[in-house]
């Protein structure tokens, strides 16, 4: 089974700090994506990749960045944590654009 | 732009049906998916219907799309509490490189014994 692995479930950070979440897919996926689950708002996209150093702007960009160094990492980069951003980030991959996406288990991150 | 609507929230008896509709603006959606998250897990899909088909079963699970009211449900038969969950409408458009999903606000079904 595809396995998509975000190395932290709970992080809790102070506001203007600088936060890594880190994503990593044991299929050889191409295509990797962050979405950010709020309640009341579902999931929204906030950058995507299709292949190594590539990377597109998704729904909501603002205030995040993202690595795609290697294949099977993606990384998510918060600059400077504001409280907005406190969510539960999901990573998920898929092998070709028509396919189906797995997810990992999400990383829900507070910024006090 | 593209738009995915739930309902936020349904509760159901064990054992009986449960329907979860959603509602989309997309009318060149290809594919439409239907995703759940238990409680404290990432999504894992349930089920896909491709835009030209109007229904799909498999076992217990149900979908029927009306794609003139761009209207899509999931119905499970005999809900148990295991269903008990978030369940995400999305809906995947036909053009251009990308591959974005949009997905719906999530209802969270509640299931009691």
């Known amino acids: 089974d595809v396995k998509v692995t975000q190395s932290s479930r709970y992080l809790v950070k102070r506001t203007g700090e600088k936060v890594f979440l880190e994503c990593v897919q044991d299929?050889?996926?191409?295509?990797m994506f962050w979405y950010r689950q709020d309640p009341g708002l579902g999931l929204r996209l906030i950058y995507f990749?299709?292949?190594?150093?590539?990377?597109e702007k998704g729904d909501i960009p603002e205030g995040y960045s993202v690595s795609r160094e290697k294949k099977e990492r993606f990384s998510l980069i918060l600059e400077s944590a504001s409280t907005n951003q406190t969510s539960m980030y999901l990573c998920?991959?898929?092998?070709?654009?028509?396919?189906?996406?797995?997810f990992g288990s999400g990383t829900q991150l507070s910024v006090l | 732009g593209e738009d995915v609507e739930q309902s936020l929230f349904l509760s159901v008896r064990e054992g009986d049906s449960s329907v979860i509709n959603c509602t989309y603006t997309?009318?060149?959606?290809?594919?439409l998916y239907w995703y759940k998250q238990e409680p404290g897990a990432g999504l894992q899909l349930l089920t896909y219907?491709?835009?030209?088909?109007d229904m799909k079963q498999d076992q217990r699970l149900t979908v029927l799309l009306n794609k003139k009211d761009k209207h899509l449900s999931l119905r499970i038969a005999d809900t148990q509490t295991g269903d008990s969950a978030i369940y995400f409408c999305?809906?995947?458009?036909?053009?251009?490189?990308?591959?974005?999903?949009?997905f719906g606000t999530g209802t969270l079904l509640a299931v009691q014994p």
């Open positions: 219907i491709f835009s030209n088909m």
């Open positions: 990749s299709y292949d190594v150093k590539m990377k």
């Open positions: 998920a991959s898929t092998r070709d654009k028509k396919e189906k996406l797995f």
């Open positions: 997309d009318s060149s959606s290809t594919y």
């Open positions: 999305a809906e995947r458009g036909s053009g251009g490189a990308t591959n974005k999903l949009i």
């Open positions: 299929m050889d996926h191409e295509n």
